[in-house]
């Protein structure tokens, strides 16, 4: 059923101020969280309230059951004004209906809508001229630009609204899956349906959770449903709600928000969107919805991000939102927790909840702290083992070269798929390019590798390789590639695949967004474990991964998985689990915050696109912002396939390869090149491994720093575009930071320690070193040359203390030869006792753990545990006293090796 009302929630009548008495408290080191026994709650930081309570409502059987005033007026209606327009505060619009009562009907669907305008007038001026506007239904969410204009139809609606019965409260507590907790439950009831809203505080933790509990389950709770968006001019793929269908908790910001900030993530990719002062208030009452994460909240101090808070969902990640508060007078900057618009009924028992962490560990400590303890309760590891992430690969993902379904209808075009494929195969084995073989460990095979039937690549039929491009089939193939098992892609199936013989399927809205037309199809959540079960044992012998693709689409645009609060989760649920039975990991992209989240609940999900596709000289190396909440929740960022080299004239010309490279070694997630024959660069793709081809990764996913985020005023007054910083080594704490946009002075000049986490020891003087700076790497040299002193009292690089003399700052390096894009690469490594331990040369990441299992550092010595190719020679540098010192470390036949340095 669908609510055809919008929510408008009248305030409290106002009267005396009332004394309140606090009944729940929760400590949280820096802050505290009170119910008061007028059931009203608020959230203190330091003194300052940075959030209050706002109204509860609940939707159930089309009506909104609040804790305020009920409205008046007849329910279900709408307003009408004759030749009369609401000029702009367009939500979207939609041709073809056929007059105001359509219009208004409309607008009762879309929970974000509170007027219209639609008009029978064709005007050729408008921004097509070709297309008129005659039959059009603006939603809008203001009355305001109220004017007269002739022909046109205008009008709001109104509200079917009870207030919730409040039966009682008391305190509690128990245990579940974040350990012990303190209770506050609040007990109501809408019309017969009762629901319990509960505060729990786990001292263990210092957070506060908030539980909605169903007790009875309840029905037609939706308040919108899907949009089939080839109806709908005006919106991009989708429409999702960004009001939930149950708020609770519900929170305005306190009245010093304006020195506030804001981060959360959005969309496909679950891109950051970051805004601060009123512009935060607006990104706070626009947390993502169906389409969003977790919400960040911290104080806009001048120099340093210091209190932070993350409020996020810890259950039914797909189906508990955080999006828009009720309109109450007074309070448009808010945001509110519980069901998303489109869950259509709740089982009996059910119960979903929020939580919020708060610490004064900046906005990379908190997120990571939290991370810590979500894995800490699903069990989920912070790095798990990914072959397809831990050596070197060739993909033929989109965007790369050999993409060959962009070839189509003649996939053949540049010669026989499987020939090519083993061509290069050999090419990377013979070592054809300078230096020794390209130790390549898998191949990724894009969509075109499923046989179809249709000129559409992402419409599947069979689970057998199409014969066009692999006449051989894919066993042989895998036996000509050296037994490398492939890494194989999936989207969503047509209709009419011939698993609906076998297999239950849920089905898609109609769809024309040129990659599908039609109907798409999906196992079943119940089906989904049988399907792959059976799917992976198929392709078992020649698949190692499995790519999962569109899962956006694969969510928002199927109405049996917005209409059921775990139908989506099911269906992955099922494919993890038989990935996982199978041995094979599992790859997401185009997920939303969400599904991201959804994955605490499988190991076999290791890691995930941060960026949209890849294209040549295009910027999807920026995967920072989307890499803060992958490392937090376990899962490794993965930055798409790219081109290390100058290829055929006829695909276009990547302008920075060696950036693209950094960004991968620096992800944890996948380095899969993607070049014509021939066309390998082998200096791009070195720095990231060994030489056996395991990839020198950092410890956490390379994510965007604190100042950036924050956009300080350094950066505001830079050229620099994007920043990472990330722990490289466990031992002790050294860091990788990536600068780009701005010369290697400018960047050191952006950098302070508070960039770093977790944070350095106060007790030791930490220096930056430049990747590809040969003072570095001169034996003998003056330390002054290479080192530069980290400050730890603001955004900027300071001149050298106690370690070095002579020149206040090395020399500027430049970028690598033939980038275009400008970066710096900075290792940040403490010094201790009279030794500073700069790593391996020529490796983007310097210190990674994949290299060195254990260093121990004394007041005579360095001693470094290594691994690698056997009898490969790894080459270290370290200063001592005011000297660069180089060394070389050869390991043994099994691949290990001990360096002493002193």
């Known amino acids: ?62 009506t909104w059951w609040t804790t305020t005033a009920p409205s008046t007026g007849p329910p279900g209606t709408c307003t009408f004004e004759q030749d009369i327009d609401y000029a702009g505060n367009d939500l979207y619009f939609i041709d073809d209906t056929t007059g105001g009562d359509a219009c208004c009907k409309a607008c009762m669907g879309e929970p974000r809508c509170t007027a219209w305008s639609w008009t029978n007038v064709t005007f050729a001026a408008t921004r097509d001229s070709s297309v008129p506007w005659a039959n059009r239904c603006y939603l809008k969410t203001s009355t305001a630009g109220r004017k007269p204009y002739p022909g046109h139809v205008s009008g709001t609606r109104t509200v079917s609204q009870q207030r919730l019965a409040r039966t009682g409260a008391d305190a509690g507590q128990g245990t579940d899956r974040f350990g012990n907790y303190r209770s506050w439950s609040i007990y109501y009831r809408a019309a017969t349906t009762p629901v319990t809203f509960s505060f729990l505080y786990y001292p263990a933790l210092a957070a506060v959770g908030f539980r909605q509990t169903y007790p009875q389950g309840a029905t037609a709770i939706n308040i919108t449903t ?210 020794p073989a390209l130790p390549v460990h898998n191949f990724m095979l894009d969509a075109y590798w499923m046989y179809n039937i249709r000129p559409n690549c992402n419409c599947k039929i069979n689970d057998t390789a199409w014969p066009v491009p692999f006449p051989s089939g894919l066993p042989w193939l895998v036996e000509q590639l050296g037994n490398t098992k492939l890494i194989l892609y999936n989207g969503p199936q047509c209709a009419d695949t011939t698993y609906a013989g076998t297999w239950p399927l849920v089905y898609s809205l109609y769809q024309d967004v040129g990659w599908a037309k ?34 956006d689409f694969n969510y928002l645009l199927f109405p049996a998985w917005l209409a059921d609060s775990d139908g989506n989760h099911a269906w ?23 599904d991201f989240l959804d994955a605490l609940n499988y190991p076999a999900v290791t890691n995930a696109r941060a960026t949209d596709d ?85 410890l956490i996913p390379a994510a965007t720093i604190d100042a950036q985020l924050a956009n300080r005023p350094a950066w505001r007054a830079s050229d620099a575009r994007a920043a990472f910083a990330n722990t490289i080594n466990g031992h002790f704490p050294v860091h990788s930071v990536l600068v780009t946009g701005v010369a290697a002075p400018s960047a050191a000049s952006l950098l302070s320690v508070h960039d770093l986490w977790p944070a350095p020891n106060p007790s030791a003087p ?34 050298p203390s106690t370690l070095m003399a002579g020149s206040a700052h090395p020399a500027a390096v430049g970028s690598m030869s033939g980038d275009l894009v400008p970066w710096t690469l900075w290792t940040a490594v403490p010094q201790i006792g009279q030794y500073v331990l700069l790593g391996e040369l020529g490796k983007y990441v310097a210190l990674s753990p994949q290299r060195f299992t254990a260093i121990t550092i004394t007041e005579t010595a360095i001693v470094a545990e290594l691994t690698g190719a056997p009898h490969e020679a790894v080459r270290l540098a370290y200063a001592a006293g005011s000297t660069i010192r180089v060394a070389v470390a050869v390991m043994d036949a099994s691949g290990h090796g001990t360096a002493k340095l002193w």
């Open 766 to 799: 930490y220096f930056l070193w430049q990747y590809n700076n040969s003072a570095c790497a001169t034996d003998g040299g003056p330390a002054s040359d290479c080192l530069i002193a980290l400050s730890t009292v603001s955004h900027a690089a300071t001149d």
């Open 226 to 435: 899907p949009v089939n968006q080839s109806a709908a001019g005006g919106l991009t793929e989708f429409a999702s709600s960004m009001l939930p269908a149950a708020m609770f908790p519900s929170f305005t910001a306190g009245s010093s928000f304006g020195n506030f900030g804001t981060a959360t993530w959005v969309g496909r990719f679950a891109h950051t969107q970051t805004a601060t002062g009123l512009d935060a208030c607006a990104a706070l009452a626009q947390a993502g919805g169906a389409e969003g994460g977790p919400l960040v909240l911290y104080n806009n101090t001048p120099d340093v991000v210091a209190d932070v808070l993350v409020w996020a969902p810890v259950d039914h990640f797909k189906a508990t939102i955080l999006g828009q508060i009720a309109p109450v007078a007074g309070a448009s900057c808010g945001a509110s927790a519980g069901m998303g618009g489109y869950v259509t009924a709740l089982p009996a028992g059910y119960t979903a909840g929020t939580l919020i962490y708060l610490n004064k560990s900046g906005i990379n400590g908190v997120m990571q702290e939290w991370g810590a303890l979500m894995r800490a309760a699903y069990g989920k590891p912070s790095i798990t083992p990914d072959p397809s992430a831990e050596y070197l690969t060739y993909w033929t993902d989109n965007g790369a070269y050999y993409d060959f379904y962009a070839y189509e209808p003649d996939i053949n075009s540049k010669g026989l798929v499987e020939d090519i494929l083993v061509d290069l195969y050999n090419t990377f084995r013979n070592g054809t390019y300078p230096g």
């Open 614 to 698: 890849y294209g040549a000289g295009g910027d999807n190396w920026k995967i920072g912002g989307t890499s803060l909440l992958l490392s937090a929740v376990g899962i490794r960022a993965s930055k798409d396939n790219f081109w290390s080299g100058s290829q055929p004239t006829d695909r276009g010309h990547e302008t920075s390869p060696f950036l693209q490279a950094v960004v991968c070694a620096l992800s944890s997630g996948p380095v899969g090149f993607a070049d014509a024959l021939f066309h390998t660069n082998p200096a791009v793709l070195w720095p990231t491994m060994a030489a056996d081809g395991r990839l020198l990764h950092a």
């Open 572 to 594: 992955l649920e099922g494919q993890a689990r038989a990935a996982l039975e199978h041995n094979m990991t599992v790859q997401y992209c185009m997920a939303l915050p969400g």
């Open 1 to 62: 059923m669908m609510l055809t009302v919008v929510l408008v929630v009248l305030p409290l009548l106002a009267g005396p101020a009332a004394a309140r008495t606090a009944v729940f408290t929760a400590d949280l080191q820096i802050g505290m969280f009170t119910v008061y026994d007028d059931d009203s709650y608020e959230l203190a930081v330091q003194g300052q309230v940075w959030l209050k309570n706002s109204t509860t409502g609940l939707a159930i059987n089309g």
């Open 518 to 551: 039609g109907v798409l199809s999906l196992p079943s959540g119940e089906a989904s474990y049988g399907f792959y079960s059976w799917l992976f044992d198929t392709l078992k012998p020649v698949m190692e991964s499995f790519t999962q693709d569109f899962l």
